[in-house]
């Protein structure tokens, strides 16, 4: 049997991904699950062993560009059972359509009738987390989730991990906590420069060394960090933000012995890995999208007003994170990792 998945467009959302096509592979040994996404979530799925290949989708998130989706379908045609949508857009649902696909599922859209045959009508209640939408795909209408869940689980090849760090100058010679100060989604859930500084600081004084990762965008964020540290800190702090390609921040990423991460798309490649991590939730919710993984701890206030779900806040005030300080969080690292002075103590 040979699936063909329209992915998701975010890095988060196509890491959880993983959940369905664990569901599948359960289900059907023997399928062949290709994913069609854009270029740069393939790092991650080359990570998946459940996935044969990933396609690449050339067309940027929002733009229709029919004669384009036209092509990519008719390039298609024959060479898939199912296709399976995980996006709920009209436009997602064009190249399956093309390429007539004889079976094409997806949870009821944007007026989708016609251009897919296996419509589901989503039960938020039943199916309160994005998982659960992703991995009922797999099954008939109404079937009971297998439990336990699967986990996402990325692969990591060691020539690929010693080659990152080579190239970066990284030693292991202290244990990393690694830092994800940003959110492609907006400010509502990016946890303050000074807070993070704060942990960055008294994890280096107990004997680790900080590696913050992220986009382009999100170097300057963590050059703030950084420069909060006194001379003598500072120099424990490598701000690979944006100096890495997906592929090098998920090799580097699984060296962490922890993590603390926004509610991102790497708080999602943090769990992933099964990295010990400490998820920091402001405007959004752990109840929808929590991290997969066994060692977490989730830090939030759950102010009146949150979650919203809003990119910016309403108020301005950005309460959910600003009052939200560094001791929880430090707290938390502590249950789940030592720190390597109190190794030594103890010896």
Known sequence: MKILIVGPS????????QTLFQCLNARHPDCEI??????????????????RRA??????????DIATRR???????????????LPNSLKSALVPWFADI?????????MRYGLLNDIRVLDKERYPLMIERFMALAFEPGAELPKPYPRPSLRIDPASREAALAKFGLDLDRPVLALCPGAEFGEAKRWPAEHYAKVAE????????????GSKNDHPGGEDIRMRLIPGLREEVTNLAGETSLAEAIDLLSCASAVVSNDSGLMHVAAALARPLVAVYGSTSPQFTPPLAEQVEIVRLGLECSPCFERTCRFGHYNCLRELKPRPVI?????????????VETH
């Open 10 to 17: 975010w890095v988060g959302d196509m890491v959880m991904a």
């Open 34 to 51: 290709d994913v069609l996404a854009p270029e740069w979530s393939r790092p991650i799925l080359e990570r998946m062993p459940q996935v």
């Open 55 to 64: 396609l690449s989708f050339p067309i940027g998130h929002g733009v229709l």
């Open 71 to 85: 092509k990519i379908g008719k390039s298609l045609v024959g060479a898939y059972d199912q296709a399976i949508l």
């Open 102 to 110: 004889p079976k094409r599922t997806g949870w009821k859209g944007e």
């Open 202 to 213: 008294i994890k280096i004084r107990a004997g680790w060394q900080v590696w913050l990762f």
């Open 331 to 343: 707290d938390a690292l502590d249950r789940l990792v030592p720190d390597p002075l109190e190794l």
